[in-house]
């Protein structure tokens, strides 16, 4: 199959495009990828094939797109997989237009895709199919205390959509939820309150693929011991295990779903009952894909086999791979207090078993660049006074 199957990665700048080159090119795929600046995992890394300098679809949605379809028209491409929620959005959008060129997109149908992007509506599907979730209600700036009064406090704010844990507010009192909304520059609109879960500190990731037949790959299971922001958001330290609660209702959704394609379920695990709760799905390839490659399933490579050839490849998931992202755990080591306390400890770096998320001594550009792209966002003030919100 050298070289047979043509890939088209979007979002070079995602650290998730190092891992997701490498799983397609150990497969022999053709593998190009855009990215919007040379300083990125993307341009980085030795594994594509070919790299594009693309228009920023941050700065301007509609040029991406028209710059994309032109590249399409002329560069034969099999399958277009986004790697981040900017592209998968518009992706999803244009689905039509896009398949007209003949070209396969590798995300989960369209209604399935909104329905788990869309934060409120995937909880109101949980309620209503008996999913294990968080108590979550709408709320604006004209129901925020009835609607507090229904989920109790703390609680989140929370956004009907956001990525690695942007927009979410942490909420002890009554007082504090009215300080937000009666003030006029705070967000008001697409929000939910969600009752907090009392948990030990960790949060789970289940990823799997469910094929058109209802037929599911491995399930992989991260343990995601450190994060950052440290209130919740990207793994810095990750580790797979074997969780089959979360297995079981991670399938149980997909299926009450009618999902076919990739998922990345959030789970968070209430301390007081020991039981899990969905707290997302996330329907594109995650920041911790490389979790499951290093412990033996290449999820790359099934969205392609089965969006191409209807064919769920046959592999064995081995636990207790352990990755660190390490652009992000330098943050978490300055921003927590527990640095010097957390385990495994922070200074281990080498081990059996622990691999790197953002490079490799074989592709060892990819952390440097990640490294150079932090700095230039946390310089960004927009961009650090969001994250920071959450340390």
């Not at 277009?80 to 999803?92: E, G, K, V």
């Not at 995601?224 to 797979?240: H, L, M």
């Not at 329907?283 to 290449?298: D, L, Q, T």
Request: charged letters at 20%; hydrophobic letters at 40%; one cysteine or more.
């Amino acid at each position: 199959m050298k070289n047979s199957v043509r890939i088209l990665l979007l979002d070079g700048q995602t650290v998730q495009a190092f891992s997701v080159a490498k799983a397609l090119k150990k497969c022999n795929m053709h593998v190009t990828i855009f990215c919007d600046n040379i300083i990125s995992y993307g341009y980085a890394s030795r594994y594509p094939d070919k790299k594009v300098k693309c228009p920023s679809i941050k700065k301007s949605s509609a040029i991406y797109n028209s710059f994309l379809l032109n590249f399409l028209k002329i560069n034969p491409i099999d399958l277009i997989m986004p790697l981040f929620d900017d592209s998968a959005d518009l992706i999803n959008k244009n689905r039509i237009e896009i398949e007209k060129l003949g070209v396969k997109i590798g995300l989960p149908p369209k209604n399935q895709y909104e329905l788990a992007r869309n934060k409120s509506l995937l909880m109101e599907f949980c309620r209503n199919n008996n999913i294990p979730h968080p108590i979550t209600v709408p709320v604006d700036k004209n129901n925020y205390k009835s609607a507090a009064s229904s989920v109790g406090f703390p609680l989140l704010i929370k956004p009907d959509k956001y990525s690695g844990a942007i927009g979410i507010i942490h909420i002890n009192t009554i007082t504090e939820l009215s300080e937000y909304f009666l003030n006029p520059n705070n967000n008001h609109q697409g929000l939910s309150l969600q009752s907090y879960v009392n948990h030990s500190g960790y949060y789970y990731n289940a990823m799997l693929y469910r094929s058109r037949e209802g037929l599911f790959s491995e399930v992989v299971i991260i343990k995601v011991i450190r994060y950052f922001p440290i209130k919740g958001g990207t793994g810095s330290y990750n580790e797979t295990v074997n969780f089959p609660k979360i297995e079981k209702i991670s399938k149980d959704t997909l299926n009450k779903l009618n999902w076919v394609g990739f998922a990345d379920i959030d789970f968070i695990v209430d301390e007081d009952t020991a039981e899990p709760r969905l707290i997302e799905i996330n329907p594109r390839i995650p920041a911790c894909i490389h979790s499951a490659y290093i412990s033996g399933v290449n999820f790359p490579q099934i969205i392609v086999f089965d969006t191409l050839y209807n064919k769920i490849p046959n592999q064995i998931y081995i636990p207790k791979k352990k990755t660190r992202y390490m652009a992000m755990d330098v943050l978490w080591f300055i921003f927590s207090k527990e640095r010097m306390k957390t385990k495994p400890s922070w200074f281990k770096l080498f081990g059996r078993n622990l691999y790197y998320q953002d490079g490799s001594w074989s592709d060892p550009l990819t952390m440097v660049a990640g490294i150079l792209m932090g700095l230039v966002k946390y310089l960004n003030p927009s961009y650090s006074s969001k994250k920071l919100k959450n340390i």
